[in-house]
């Protein structure tokens, strides 16, 4: 995997969603990997027996329309669940286990490994046995006890922090050796950030660091890249949102629209 900037990357949130299509499965993802998408974002979490699955915790109700705790259901019960869709019908889609959803994308594609925070030790040890540790991508908040548990068990596996409105960590991370820091995940509410000026994205990039952007939005009320985001270039003009983005000099782009950001970026010369 080569980190130094060559393009624009495109990264499918939970996959390819819609219609019958739950994310975090295998039909998403594979739907992603067919449209374009170059890192596929999925969730962990952990049953009470100590198994990785591919899930995101807390949204329960949501995904499988039952008000349980998957974190308190051991392995053979989780086995047993079924995703539903919009419309609250149950699909054919289960949950999988990590180890299996990780063999399925092996060579395929970049894998962020989202939630990894929750259980750093034991996923880092899953990629570290079947040996894609040049394939994915962890995240922590920036604080310095996740530095340090990610310099312990994941030294050698490409790590982004995630900074909020500010970075107050990337001249401290190029100190750290024992960390494989490649960029870091922004996120911030306004567009006249810190971390949307061009003299922090210049000093970045310097560094030989990637800058990851979230054109999803999950609510209003909580931007995670200014006024900008997927609704806007969907149903208004994509050159003031990825467009936006492009020029401005961010090197990924999460979205919920992988085949639009694609076609999008193909045809600018992205």
Same mark, same amino acid.
């Given at each position: 995997?080569?980190?130094?900037?060559?393009?624009?990357?495109?990264?499918?949130?939970?996959?390819?969603?819609?219609?019958?299509?739950?994310?975090?499965?295998?039909?998403?993802?594979?739907?992603?990997?067919?449209?374009?998408?170059?890192?596929?974002?999925?969730?962990?979490?952990?049953?009470?027996?100590?198994?990785?699955?591919?899930?995101?915790?807390?949204?329960?109700?949501?995904? =499988?329309?039952?008000?349980? %705790?998957?974190? *308190?259901?051991?392995?053979?019960?989780?086995?047993?669940?079924? &995703?539903? /869709? +919009?419309?609250?019908?149950?699909?054919?889609?289960?949950?999988?286990? =990590?180890?299996?959803?990780? %063999?399925?994308? *092996?060579?395929?594609?970049?894998?962020?490994?989202?939630?990894? &925070?929750? /259980? +750093?030790?034991?996923?880092?040890?899953?990629?570290?046995?079947?040996?894609?540790?040049?394939?994915?991508?962890?995240?922590?908040?920036?604080?310095?006890?996740?530095?340090?548990?990610?310099?312990?068990?994941?030294?050698?596996?490409?790590?982004?922090?995630?900074?909020?409105?500010?970075?107050?960590?990337?001249?401290?991370?190029?100190?750290?050796?024992?960390?494989?820091?490649?960029?870091?995940?922004?996120?911030?509410?306004?567009?006249?950030?810190?971390?949307?000026?061009?003299?922090?994205?210049?000093?970045?990039?310097?560094?030989?660091?990637?800058?990851?952007?979230?054109?999803?939005?999950?609510?209003?009320?909580?931007?995670?890249?200014?006024?900008?985001?997927?609704?806007?270039?969907?149903?208004?003009?994509?050159?003031?949102?990825?467009?936006?983005?492009?020029?401005?000099?961010?090197?990924?782009?999460?979205?919920?629209?992988?085949?639009?950001?694609?076609?999008?970026?193909?045809?600018?010369?992205?």
């Amino acid at each position: 995997m080569n980190e130094t900037k060559k393009r624009i990357l495109v990264a499918a949130h939970m996959g390819t969603v819609g219609g019958n299509i739950p994310g975090n499965t295998r039909a998403s993802f594979e739907i992603a990997l067919r449209q374009g998408a170059d890192i596929i974002e999925l969730d962990i979490t952990k049953s009470a027996d100590g198994r990785l699955f591919v899930f995101h915790p807390g949204t329960e109700k949501k995904r =499988l329309g039952m008000d349980v %705790d998957i974190r *308190r259901m051991d392995s053979k019960e989780i086995e047993r669940l079924h &995703f539903v /869709n +919009p419309d609250m019908a149950p699909t054919a889609h289960t949950v999988a286990y =990590l180890a299996d959803m990780l %063999d399925f994308l *092996r060579d395929r594609c970049i894998i962020n490994l989202d939630k990894y &925070f929750d /259980n +750093p030790a034991e996923i880092s040890s899953l990629v570290h046995d079947m040996k894609i540790q040049d394939q994915v991508y962890i995240k922590t908040p920036a604080t310095m006890d996740f530095f340090d548990k990610v310099a312990e068990v994941a030294g050698d596996i490409p790590y982004m922090p995630v900074v909020y409105e500010k970075d107050e960590c990337f001249r401290y991370l190029a100190t750290r050796h024992d960390i494989r820091c490649v960029g870091v995940e922004a996120v911030f509410s306004r567009d006249d950030s810190m971390l949307a000026s061009d003299e922090y994205i210049e000093e970045m990039h310097r560094l030989g660091r990637l800058l990851w952007i979230n054109s999803i939005r999950f609510s209003d009320a909580s931007p995670l890249a200014g006024s900008r985001c997927d609704d806007n270039a969907m149903y208004g003009d994509p050159d003031e949102v990825w467009g936006w983005m492009a020029k401005k000099g961010f090197d990924i782009i999460q979205t919920d629209w992988t085949l639009p950001l694609c076609t999008y970026l193909r045809m600018k010369g992205y």
